[in-house]
């Protein structure tokens, strides 16, 4: 925490700037001061990892209403009538740059997504929400940072994401967490991600993507507890030119902020087999 | 046969290695280290074993010889090649040796071993206690009023149903295939990355309070130090659900897994079971992990559970045509 005071008022900068503004004020601030190389203590968050890059390990949090919808979108009910006001989708202003620039069968597509979206959301099964959704879900999420590979540990369906930050590689084969390549560019995280399958959807709102979609995020310390967020989102099977996404995260600043278990797997397992359990058999 | 002779050779050569780079040399090993000066565990790892867990019937001694495991090896190598062999009924579910399934395939530390357990020293579970033989019968009986295991999806166990596996434990043990595991250390954390159900274990090392009692999860709560060069993890607050409930072990379980890197290539993993209420007294085991290779794949076994629900569906149709016969 003290190796950011130095630059706490600079860092304010990329703070208040707030939601759109922040990516650009945090690449404009100083570079932190190197911290040295001494033993890190337990509960001492230094600017600066051994190897000299921002340290970004920790527990962050999106805090956000895109989970439901990553355009702007006014308060509605929920799909589920039985859960009332509680599982209600709250209004959002969006994390997009525009309206998303679907091609016409592709929207067509993604109203059919929404309209059908308790029986088709991959995130009611238990499904790894891929890229960049984990990024905003309702969760919080760890990140793991040595020179080599920066590992991302998702809470929802223990999803995990290894960046390759010096062994870069083409995808060996398509998956739905993807593989990403990373490098530093200064001080921002660039990471690469191909190889998805058409599995994922971006929100709980049906937009979707095919299996040639591409993401490159950029990802910068923009304070002591913030993270700023960019992807751009590149797929044209699916939308006619790439997007942006862009939100703060949040670092989750509790003392023993951790990530507890969510296998929920259990949770979904009458929902998906259900309709094949013996007739007789008791719940 | 000609697949059989293949397996046999990949396994000579894998031996050939393997001696080599037993770790004899403890002692003089300076073991690689971080930063923060803790030593570094990272890499790529294996822990297949031929080792039982305990020690055969009619074995009366801690280790076999060099030449006995080595025979062992090959002659288990053999029969897990046999059990491909077109034909048979065996065959039709994995083909071991075209799949990379079997273990001959995989990094094996030679472990001289007649047991994983080392204590008690005779290589087998402590006596059960009156409470931890009432528990397991109180399962198996709950168990047995739920029905077949193709009745529901949860009649079936944990691994069928992608929920939790031998290779994530903890304790983490291996299983036929697939145990392969990443370590990543940050300072304050170690995770331990699980291939098998894309499970990463993340251990804080930073000195944070344990979880609340109340809170219970599969896979417990992990918190870990370092004795030494030695990674001392303790885990507690399991579910009565979790995977080790297999072997009888209660909820209340305390785990304390020791790693320690004895070489290059290779990592001792030592664990203790403290359990009052299932056994007479703790137990520990011993497996080494053997380096190496990644990457790491994602293992989205949830998402692509085809067999389950053919089970279930199977059997629902086999139940049907029953019906239809009378």
Redesign the interface.
Known sequence: MQAWLGRASIAAVGVIAGLALSFTAASQTRAPQAASPQRQTSGVRTARSADGKPNLNGVYQAISEAYWDIEPHGAAAGPVQQLGASYAMAGGLGIVDGPLPYKPEALAKKKQNFANRVTLDPEIKCYLPGVPRAMYMQYPFQIIQTPTYIMMVFTYARAVRTIYMTDHKEAPADSWMGWSNGHWEGDTLVIDTTGFNDMTWFDRAGNFHSDQLHVVERITASGADHLSYEATIEDPQTFTRPWKITLPIYRRIEKNAQLLEFNCVPFVEDLIYGHLRKPSSSN | MLRRFVAATALGSAIALLLVSTPTAQSTYKVPR????HPDF?GFWNNTTYTPLERPKGIDRDFFTREEVVEQMKRAAADESEQTTPGTIADVHYDFTQFGLDRSQAPVALNLRTSLIVDPADGHLPPMTEEGKRLNAARAEARKR??PI??????QPLSV????MDRDGPPMLAGAYNNNYQI??????V?I?VEML???R?I?T????P?PNS?R???GTSRGRWDGDTLVIETTNFTDMFMFAAQGASADMKLTERFTRISDDTLMYRFTVDDPKVWTRPWSAEVPWKKSVG????H?C??GNYS??NL??G??ED?KRAKAQK
């Not at chain 2, 193709?150 to 009649?155: F, L």
């Not at chain 2, 930073?206 to 309070?209: F, L, M, P, V």
């Open positions: 971080l930063p923060d000066g990272q739920a029905g193709t009745d529901a999806a949860e009649n149903r992608c929920i939790q990543v250390q940050s300072p304050g954390t995770l990355l894309h499970d990463p993340i804080p930073d000195g944070r309070a979880l809170i999860q599969l896979e990457p790491i794949f994602e989205a949830h998402e389950l629900a279930l569906a059997a629902r139940e």
